[in-house]
């Protein structure tokens, strides 16, 4: 049985590669009885949703009018 | 035929705030942003006979973007602080856990978790929580997970030396995230 511990960083390792079989049946068969590791692969899947929201929202992050000037200058010179 | 529309004069009107907020949340540093945004502009005009115009020019311009992002890492992969034991959080490992590796704490409920997305400050929080990151540590995450790098070029990009490095990296990367976001935002919500 696998511990807690080795469980959430399969949990992640699942979000960036795909788990070899044993490895899924050994986390599922873990989280049917651990609601602690069950709750975290939720935050985790919750996390990745908020890092992608957050990419997308409309920012409040503009370039300075220098530095818009420096820009132009630069790349209409050429 | 790109559209007629699309006058390369106007894109650091159109796409300058665009291109440098992504930017800007990636390399953090204000003179870089700014200079990656200048060196897309130039490679989109003179690349702008080449457009098929398949796609929009501002999908366009930010695929230039991004390959200019990922040279900018690789150019300076040498410059980058190494991580220490301490930010793969071996400290919160040790806090969570017991010696047999079960957890040593009661995780939070996150009710209704997708209601705070749209919540200003909860987006506050999580920018915070993203900035006490070290440095490679949100590199590795906002190229794995946003921008969609392959694990392979992410070691090479970011100088790890193998696969398993680099996902021990993230999942300590999400582990630390989690943590914040429960102390600063789900245990008082």
Redesign the interface.
């Given at each position: 049985m696998l511990?807690?511990?080795?469980t959430?960083?399969l949990g992640?390792?699942n979000?960036?590669?795909v788990l070899a079989w044993h490895q899924r049946l050994e986390m599922k068969l873990h989280l049917m009885v651990?609601h602690?590791?069950r709750?975290?692969i939720?935050?985790?899947r919750?996390?990745?949703?908020?890092?992608?929201?957050?990419?997308k929202?409309d920012?409040n992050?503009?370039?300075s009018e220098q530095?818009?000037e420096?820009?132009?200058k630069?790349?209409?010179s050429? | 035929m790109p559209s007629k529309t699309e006058k390369p004069?106007d894109w650091?009107d159109d796409y300058?705030?665009m291109l440098?907020?992504?930017a800007?949340?990636r390399v953090r540093s204000?003179a870089t942003a700014?200079d990656l945004?200048?060196e897309t502009?130039?490679a989109g005009?003179q690349g702008f006979e080449k457009f098929s115009g398949k796609s929009s020019v501002r999908t366009w311009l930010m695929g230039i973007l991004k390959h200019k992002i990922i040279d900018f890492f690789r150019k300076n992969r040498h410059e980058q602080t190494l991580l220490k034991e301490s930010d793969l959080g071996e400290d919160l490992?040790a806090h969570q856990?017991d010696q047999?590796?079960?957890?040593s704490i009661?995780?939070?409920?996150?009710k209704t978790?997708?209601q705070h997305?749209s919540n200003k400050q909860f987006?506050q929080i999580?920018?915070q929580c993203l900035s006490r990151l070290p440095q490679r540590m949100l590199d590795l995450?906002?190229l794995?997970?946003?921008d969609g790098v392959s694990?392979e070029d992410c070691c090479d990009i970011l100088g790890f030396d193998s696969?398993n490095q680099?996902?021990?990296t993230?999942?300590r990367t999400?582990?630390r995230?989690?943590q914040c976001?429960?102390i600063k935002w789900f245990s008082n919500s």
């Amino acid at each position: 049985m696998l511990s807690c511990k080795q469980t959430i960083e399969l949990g992640s390792k699942n979000l960036d590669t795909v788990l070899a079989w044993h490895q899924r049946l050994e986390m599922k068969l873990h989280l049917m009885v651990c609601h602690n590791c069950r709750r975290y692969i939720k935050h985790l899947r919750f996390l990745q949703k908020v890092i992608v929201s957050i990419d997308k929202q409309d920012s409040n992050i503009h370039l300075s009018e220098q530095a818009r000037e420096r820009i132009r200058k630069k790349i209409f010179s050429k | 035929m790109p559209s007629k529309t699309e006058k390369p004069e106007d894109w650091l009107d159109d796409y300058g705030d665009m291109l440098y907020c992504y930017a800007l949340l990636r390399v953090r540093s204000e003179a870089t942003a700014e200079d990656l945004v200048q060196e897309t502009l130039l490679a989109g005009f003179q690349g702008f006979e080449k457009f098929s115009g398949k796609s929009s020019v501002r999908t366009w311009l930010m695929g230039i973007l991004k390959h200019k992002i990922i040279d900018f890492f690789r150019k300076n992969r040498h410059e980058q602080t190494l991580l220490k034991e301490s930010d793969l959080g071996e400290d919160l490992l040790a806090h969570q856990f017991d010696q047999r590796g079960h957890w040593s704490i009661e995780l939070l409920e996150w009710k209704t978790p997708d209601q705070h997305l749209s919540n200003k400050q909860f987006q506050q929080i999580f920018q915070q929580c993203l900035s006490r990151l070290p440095q490679r540590m949100l590199d590795l995450f906002m190229l794995r997970t946003i921008d969609g790098v392959s694990s392979e070029d992410c070691c090479d990009i970011l100088g790890f030396d193998s696969n398993n490095q680099l996902w021990v990296t993230l999942s300590r990367t999400r582990m630390r995230l989690r943590q914040c976001l429960e102390i600063k935002w789900f245990s008082n919500s």
